[in-house]
């Protein structure tokens, strides 16, 4: 019997839940709703309440729920409501424990205050804030910071290009890579080559590029050039610059942690700015006082 009889509790309770998701998604507190306010009462609002403290349908967010199906939202309603419950028991329980309540309306006083500054601080950031950043400004912070980064791996800047020795306008294609032409470099390369690696500026794994190429081309120096004709091929290997683990991370790989990092330093000096203007303001107009 005890058994029977929960059961039907627990039918009662989702029976109750559905009928309060069901005008949750209804029309009824919509914008397109036409019934008089006067037919609206409490208990059509009110999904639970604990003592005093009531939860109601306008506590409960509908974006978040609209978008998924009916069973998906009537548990996420379910547990909103089970969840709610069990915090305002806690807290309506933790009253009758707690003997220092000025310390408690300390907290919360300071908690709001936190609050208040956090969103004042967001709002002011979000109307003054410069996020612009220029090329100079990039390369002084970098300047200034790099010695904060450093590589965990080798990298390497290199040219590379495995052509057919027979290929038709090879000869211009040696003079242009012995000029340092790297636009017509890579136009021909690119078109001609069976393999090829040909920008200037783009960073590799050292590792990486040692199973790239063939190994009577790689040196261990730092920068360095070779030209070869083997079987028929003609290799051309160009080393540009290289960096070993440890050592200063190029600029170009960081511009993004870079921005970050300038845009947050740039928010703290505009809330430091602005505090102090509005001491120097309020100590004027007599509002701070400080006794000593």
């Not at 970098?142 to 306008?169: C, M, P, Q, T």
Request: charged share 35%; glycine share 2%.
């Amino acid at each position: 019997m005890t058994i029977h009889k929960n059961r039907n509790i627990t039918s009662r309770l989702k029976a109750i839940i559905m009928i309060a998701f069901l005008f949750l998604i209804s029309g009824i507190f919509s914008s397109g709703c036409k019934k008089s306010e006067d037919y609206k009462t409490e208990s059509n609002d009110v999904l639970a309440k604990v003592y005093d403290k009531k939860l109601t349908k306008n506590d409960i967010d509908i974006e978040y729920i609209k978008n998924i199906s009916k069973e998906d939202s009537l548990n996420l309603v379910h547990s909103f409501i089970e969840h709610w419950i069990r915090k305002e028991l806690l807290a309506h329980n933790a009253k009758k424990y707690i003997n220092n309540k000025k310390e408690i309306e300390r907290l919360v006083e300071d908690y709001e205050k936190s609050l208040l500054v956090e969103a004042f601080q967001k709002q002011y950031i979000q109307e003054n804030l410069d996020t612009n950043i220029t090329k100079k400004q990039m390369k002084e912070f970098y300047d200034e910071n790099k010695e904060n980064f450093h590589l965990d791996h080798s990298i390497v800047r290199f040219l590379y290009a495995k052509i057919d020795a027979k290929e038709k306008g090879i000869d211009k294609f040696y003079e242009n890579w012995n000029n340092n032409r790297y636009n017509l470099v890579y136009r021909y390369g690119s078109k001609k080559s069976k393999k090829y690696f040909l920008k200037t500026k783009k960073w590799y794994d050292l590792k990486e590029m040692k199973k790239e190429i063939p190994h009577f081309l790689y040196k261990k120096d730092r920068k360095y050039e070779v030209q070869k004709n083997v079987n028929g091929y003609e290799y051309f290997l160009k080393v540009l610059e290289t960096r070993y683990n440890g050592e200063i991370v190029p600029l170009s790989l960081i511009k993004d942690k870079l921005k970050v990092l300038i845009i947050e330093k740039r928010k703290s000096h505009l809330i430091d700015d602005y505090i102090e203007k509005l001491y120097k303001k309020e100590i004027n107009n007599n509002n701070i006082k400080i006794y000593k």
